[in-house]
């Protein structure tokens, strides 16, 4: 079982983990992954900001729409 992942290979797991459950191997490098990047670590963080902003604007939209005539 090989844990080493590249920035490449962690940027694309975070982006997947949006979308579909990661296997336990796949969270446990990205783990290890981020002990070691702060680069990563960051880039996580701002899609987890990106994600919970963009869920805001949603149930702001949803809630002018119901609220117009």
Request: charged share 45%; with cysteine; aromatic share 6%.
């Given at each position: 079982m090989d844990?080493?992942?590249?920035?490449?290979?962690v940027t694309r797991l975070?982006?997947?983990s949006e979308?579909?459950?990661?296997t336990a191997t796949e969270r446990l490098a990205?783990?290890?992954?981020?002990?070691i990047c702060d680069t990563?670590?960051?880039f996580?963080?701002?899609a987890?900001?990106?994600?919970h902003a963009m869920a805001r604007w949603r149930r702001y939209?949803?809630?002018?729409?119901s609220d117009s005539p």
């Amino acid at each position: 079982m090989d844990l080493k992942r590249s920035c490449r290979e962690v940027t694309r797991l975070v982006l997947e983990s949006e979308d579909r459950e990661l296997t336990a191997t796949e969270r446990l490098a990205l783990e290890m992954h981020w002990r070691i990047c702060d680069t990563c670590r960051k880039f996580r963080e701002q899609a987890r900001l990106m994600r919970h902003a963009m869920a805001r604007w949603r149930r702001y939209r949803d809630d002018e729409r119901s609220d117009s005539p």
